[in-house]
Nanobody, 124 residues
Framework: QVQLVESGGGVVQAGGSLRLSCAASGRTFSNYAMGWFRQAPGKEREFVAH????????YYSDSVKGRFTISRDNAKNTMYLQMNSLKPEDTAVYYC?????????????????WGQGTQVTVSS
């Protein structure tokens, strides 16, 4: 079992920055790939970013590429999402998730454990 807790969300003006954190407990954090997803009101949950178990492979959705950076600190059992140049369309609840097995990294069904989410609101 893996428990995930997101933090760092809030309200920020367009062009601003936020850093989300995802603290993990339970099974060995460093063994698993992880990802960030987001869900805006009335929309489906969508992929944001993925990072491999040793942090070597990262992938981003086209909508955040160049603005967001995913990273992890296995010694602290924590994953991060640095979000810069935020836009109103980035407003959503952001979720972190663990992917234990093979699967498509950008599909939510590939992930086994999820956090409760943290709200990010970007005002124009």
């Amino acid at each position: 079992q893996v428990q995930l807790v997101e933090s760092g969300g809030g309200v920020v003006q367009a062009g601003g920055s936020l850093r989300l954190s995802c603290a993990a407990s339970g099974r060995t954090f460093s063994n698993y790939a992880m990802g960030w997803f987001r869900q805006a009101p009335g929309k489906e949950r969508e992929f944001v970013a993925h990072i491999g178990w040793i942090g070597g492979s990262t992938y981003y959705s086209d909508s955040v590429k160049g603005r967001f950076t995913i990273s992890r600190d296995n010694a602290k059992n924590t994953m991060y999402l640095q979000m810069n140049s935020l836009k109103p369309e980035d407003t959503a609840v952001y979720y972190c998730a663990v992917r234990r097995f093979s699967g498509t990294y950008y599909e939510s069904r590939s992930y086994d454990y999820w956090g409760q989410g943290t709200q990010v609101t970007v005002s124009s």
